[in-house]
C-alpha cells in the first residue's frame, strides 16, 4: 500500500495545454509539499500545505495552482505549459510543518514538447 | 547562493572500494538528513543527524555531523553495486529544509 502516490507518473503535453498532477497520502500527516526536479536533479521546494491551509509559496509562476481539498490530497495544475515545466515533480508529506522527515512519492515526469 | 554544497557532484568507482561524500556549508543546522534516490523513483531517508559530532552507522554506511553543525559526511565501506543512486543532503534552518544538489554515485560490478 503506497504510503505517498501520485498520477500520473508520465506526461508528455504539448506547449500551451494545462495539466494537472494529483497526490495522495495515506500516512496520516497533516502537511504535504510540491517539489521540483530539474534536470540536474536539484530539488526546489514550490509549495507547502499544512491542514489544507497554504504555508509555503515559493516564487512560482502564478500558472502553477496547488489545490488541497483535504489534508490527504493536494493536487497540481499547471496552466500554458512552458518547456521549461519540463522537469520531475515530487509530491511529499510530512507529520507536521517544520523541518521533519519528508516521505515523497515516486514522482511524475513532466515533458512539455 | 548555493545554502548547502555537496562533493563531489559525481563519483563512479569499483564494487568493493571506499568512498566520503561531502555536504558543506556556512550556516548551522538544528539537524540534517541524508537520502538516496534511485532512479524512477522519489528520495527515501537515511538518517537524521542532530547533535554536533554525532555519528550514526546504518550498515556499511557511516553518517557524521560536524561539531559546529555546519556539516556532514557520509562514508561507504566496501560499495556495492546496490549502493547506487543520487544521494542528497537536507539541513533544517528556521523549520525549512534545505537541500544540496546531490552526489550522484555510480558502483561498477
Known amino acids: 500500500d503506497t504510503a505517498v502516490s501520485q498520477t500520473p507518473k508520465y506526461l508528455v503535453t504539448q506547449m500551451g495545454n494545462d495539466k494537472s498532477i494529483k497526490c495522495e497520502q495515506n500516512?496520516?500527516?497533516?502537511?504535504m509539499y510540491w517539489y521540483k526536479q530539474d534536470s540536474k536533479k536539484f530539488l526546489k521546494i514550490m509549495f507547502s500545505?499544512?491542514?489544507?491551509?497554504?504555508?509555503i509559496n515559493e516564487t512560482v509562476p502564478n500558472r502553477f495552482s496547488p489545490k488541497s481539498p483535504d489534508k490527504a490530497h493536494l493536487n497540481l495544475h499547471i496552466n500554458s505549459l512552458e518547456l521549461g515545466d519540463s522537469a520531475v515533480y515530487f509530491c511529499?508529506?510530512?507529520?507536521?510543518?517544520?523541518?521533519?522527515?519528508?516521505?515523497f512519492g515516486a514522482g511524475s515526469r513532466l515533458t512539455v514538447l | 547562493t548555493q545554502l548547502l554544497e555537496q562533493s563531489p557532484q559525481f563519483l563512479s568507482i569499483q564494487e568493493g572500494e571506499n568512498l566520503t561524500v561531502y555536504c558543506n556549508s556556512s550556516?548551522?543546522?538544528?539537524?540534517l538528513q541524508w537520502y538516496r534516490q534511485e532512479p524512477g523513483e522519489g528520495p527515501v531517508l537515511l538518517v537524521t543527524?542532530?547533535?554536533g559530532g554525532e555519528v550514526k552507522k546504518l550498515k556499511r554506511l557511516t553518517f557524521q555531523f560536524g561539531d559546529a553543525r555546519k556539516d556532514s559526511s557520509l562514508h561507504i565501506t566496501a560499495a556495492q553495486p546496490g549502493d547506487t543512486g543520487l544521494y542528497l543532503c537536507?539541513?533544517?534552518?528556521?523549520?525549512?529544509?534545505?537541500w544540496g544538489a546531490g552526489t550522484k554515485l555510480i558502483i561498477k560490478p
Open positions: 511529499a508529506s510530512t507529520p507536521s510543518s517544520g523541518a521533519n522527515v519528508l516521505t
Open positions: 537536507a539541513g533544517s534552518l528556521n523549520y525549512q529544509l534545505i
Open positions: 500516512l496520516g500527516h497533516d502537511t
Open positions: 550556516s548551522v543546522f538544528s539537524s
Open positions: 500545505y499544512n491542514n489544507k491551509e497554504l504555508i
Open positions: 543527524v542532530v547533535t
